[in-house]
């Protein structure tokens, strides 16, 4: 079987196109989508996706492909995100993140896309929109003031036969967690029926920890490990 040249290109396949032409580097090529072309991931059949569920092709230039590198690093359990304001395409990822098995994929592309959809100011309408999963009302929030006048969560991947502690409902259920009876959870503060601020906290499957991913009501965001 004769392999030819394949390379990663862009966040989502050219996904910058649009908007990279104000800044100075571009060089325009001419380029073709083979939506023939056929993928495996650790031998099972595989297509990639944007962020939308759209079916991505490899781009042909000058017969080398050039493949989705947001699809494919978030396959392969890496996280990959882009600074705009530095025109900086980040690879976040580890030794043997081949081994990440499916259900682990599943979570972590849920959770690099609500980081990525979720924004402040969204309705719950949006929201409900932007999610498939259910959602349930929070109420046990202790003494929380941060200017949210409502609250929902969502135990997402969720064991059907899990019932989570009883603990508020801002307190992230590390055993529920590091057990894999939930995938993730997500903690969303309303204003006015407005997104105010949410938090996601889930296990990192490349080293094992809990990490809580919080955007913060003055749109700033922080990313840390909350379990050794």
Known sequence: MKWK???????????????????GGI???QAYLN???????NNKAWTPKDSDGNTLAPVIVNGT???????????????IQWDDSTKNISIKTTHGTGDI??????IN???????EKLRLGLTQQEVQGLLADKHENAYNNGDLENGSDSYWKYYLFRDPDYTAKDLPDHVIDEE???NKKIGAYLFIGWKNNKLHLFSISYV?????????????????????PVSN
């Not at 592309?109 to 980081?115: G, P, Q």
């Not at 990192?204 to 922080?222: A, C, E, R, V």
Request: proline fraction near 4%; charge should be neutral.
């Open 27 to 29: 060089e325009s090529i």
């Open 176 to 178: 529920g967690l590091k």
């Open 65 to 79: 492909s050039y493949l989705p590198a947001r699809a494919i690093a978030e396959a392969l359990g890496s996280e």
């Open 204 to 224: 990192n499957p490349k080293d094992n920890k809990i990490y809580l991913f919080i955007l913060n009501p003055d749109g700033t965001t922080s990313e840390n």
């Open 101 to 106: 098995n499916e259900r682990d994929q599943n």
């Open 35 to 41: 939506h023939d072309i056929k993928y495996t991931l």
């Open 5 to 23: 040249r394949i390379t990663l290109i862009g966040v989502s396949c050219i996904a910058f196109a649009s908007t990279s032409f104000a800044f």
């Open 109 to 115: 592309k849920k959770v690099n896309e609500i980081k």
